[in-house]
Nanobody, 121 residues
Framework: QVQLVESGGGLVQAGGSLRLSCAAS????????MAWYRQAPGKQRELVAL???????DYGDSVKGRFTISRDNAVNTINMQMSSLKPEDTAVYYC???????????????WGQGTQVTVSS
C-alpha cells in the first residue's frame, strides 16, 4: 500500500515562506507524476504544482513564479518551496502520486493526509 506523508505546514505571515515535503513509501520514479493539490474551505481541490517522472513541471496560474516543486530521489521525497505567500494561499495541502495504466490509460491517484497552511494578513 502506498503511503504519502506530508510535513512542513504551519502559520506564516503574508509575504513569508514555507517549505512542504512529502515522503513516499516507495520510489518516486514508480509514479507517473507527483503533485501538490490544495483545498480551501468551501472550495474545490485544485492543482498547485506537478512534477512528472521526466522532471518536467507545471504550476497553477495563481502560484506561478512563487512556488517551486522539486524532488529528492535519494529519499523518495518531493518538496514545494512556497514564497511570497498570500492569505489566499491558506488551505490544506495534499501530496498526490499518479499512476497511469498502460492498458487503459486510467489514472490512479494516491493521496497523503494533508497539511494545513495558514497565511495571516
Amino acid at each position: 500500500q502506498v503511503q504519502l506523508v506530508e510535513s512542513g505546514g504551519g502559520l506564516v505571515q503574508a509575504g513569508g515562506s514555507l517549505r512542504l515535503s512529502c515522503a513516499a513509501s516507495r520510489s518516486i520514479y514508480s509514479f507517473t507524476a507527483m503533485a501538490w493539490y490544495r483545498q480551501a474551505p468551501g472550495k474545490q481541490r485544485e492543482l498547485v504544482a506537478l512534477i512528472s517522472r521526466s522532471g518536467s513541471t507545471d504550476y497553477g496560474d495563481s502560484v506561478k513564479g512563487r512556488f517551486t516543486i522539486s524532488r529528492d530521489n535519494a529519499v523518495n521525497t518531493i518538496n514545494m518551496q512556497m514564497s511570497s505567500l498570500k492569505p489566499e494561499d491558506t488551505a490544506v495541502y495534499y501530496c498526490n502520486g499518479k499512476n497511469v495504466s498502460m492498458v487503459d490509460r486510467r489514472v490512479y491517484d494516491y493521496w497523503g493526509q494533508g497539511t494545513q497552511v495558514t497565511v495571516s494578513s
